[in-house]
């Protein structure tokens, strides 16, 4: 064999496969790019399942704010004065009235009704019976409104404002329940559950703070403690208990 021959042989040998050349730089690169698309789809899953409410104390607050109390007492034309019904429900209308706060309650009596001059006679006795039930003569307003209709009896209208906790109403059905396959509270969820939370609440500063704390009764804690020592039940809790050992 000739030396140009053998020479060329070795040049061959000594270089490497064209496809292995290429291939070899391109697998690292994939493999960055399969995870970068991986970190990319996670990080928007992520992203949009922690944006999506889905607690009933978040979907439905409860609030402090004013509420207008209102009740329609109807009044017949040939009425003289307050009726026994409409007293006892005027009072237990004012049960919910804040003497400490003092807001201006309002008697409104329709004006140009069929019953315009029984609802004025009506109107006065009802600011009689709040002054009795303790409500200030000066924060009872007598106002008037124009009846819709001449030849109909028209209601007494009595109002004041209060502040209560409450939150919003119930029955939102944005969607069907069965055309959806998101695992997450519908829309209504838990709404019922908070009204009637917020119903129950008789001061609703209880929700912003706690109460300031009662005197301490020292006689009384000091018997329940000697009680207690004595690994006794006491009498007042044996005389409530509905068992017998």
């Known amino acids: 064999m000739s030396q140009s021959a053998l020479k060329a042989r070795t040049i061959t040998a000594a270089m490497p496969p064209v496809r292995s050349r290429i291939y070899r730089p391109a697998?690292?690169?994939?493999?960055?790019?399969?995870a970068a698309l991986l970190a990319g789809c996670a990080k928007r899953d992520s992203i949009t399942v922690g944006a999506v409410p889905d607690d009933y104390r978040t979907n439905h607050p409860i609030v402090i704010a004013e509420k207008n109390e209102k009740i329609d007492l109807p009044v017949g034309a040939g009425d003289r004065?307050?009726?026994?019904?409409?007293r006892?429900?005027?009072?237990?209308?004012?049960?919910?009235y804040d003497k400490s706060a003092a807001p201006t309650l309002t008697i409104s009596i329709p004006s140009g009704s069929a019953n315009?001059?029984?609802?004025t006679a009506a109107g006065r006795d009802?600011?009689?019976l709040a002054i009795a039930s303790g409500i200030s003569r000066n924060r009872?307003?007598?106002?008037?409104y124009q009846s819709a209709s001449a030849e109909a009896s028209a209601?007494?209208?009595?109002?004041?404002v209060s502040v209560k906790a409450q939150t919003d109403r119930c029955g939102r059905w944005p969607e069907d329940l069965l055309q959806t396959s998101e695992n997450k509270h519908y829309a209504d969820f838990g709404c019922s559950y908070q009204n009637n939370l917020a119903a129950q609440m008789a001061n609703p500063a209880d929700l912003i703070g706690p109460r300031k704390q009662s005197?301490?009764?020292?006689?009384?804690r000091g018997e329940v403690i000697d009680v207690y020592r004595q690994r006794g039940i006491s009498d007042e809790f044996l005389g409530n208990s509905e068992v017998d050992y």
């Open 155 to 160: 209601p007494i209208r009595v109002a004041y």
């Open 27 to 34: 697998i690292p690169v994939l493999a960055v790019a399969v």
């Open 81 to 86: 004065g307050m009726t026994r019904f409409q």
């Open 215 to 220: 005197d301490i009764d020292a006689e009384n």
């Open 88 to 96: 006892e429900t005027l009072l237990g209308f004012l049960d919910g």
């Open 116 to 119: 315009e001059i029984a609802a």
């Open 126 to 128: 009802f600011a009689r």
């Open 140 to 144: 009872i307003v007598m106002t008037t």
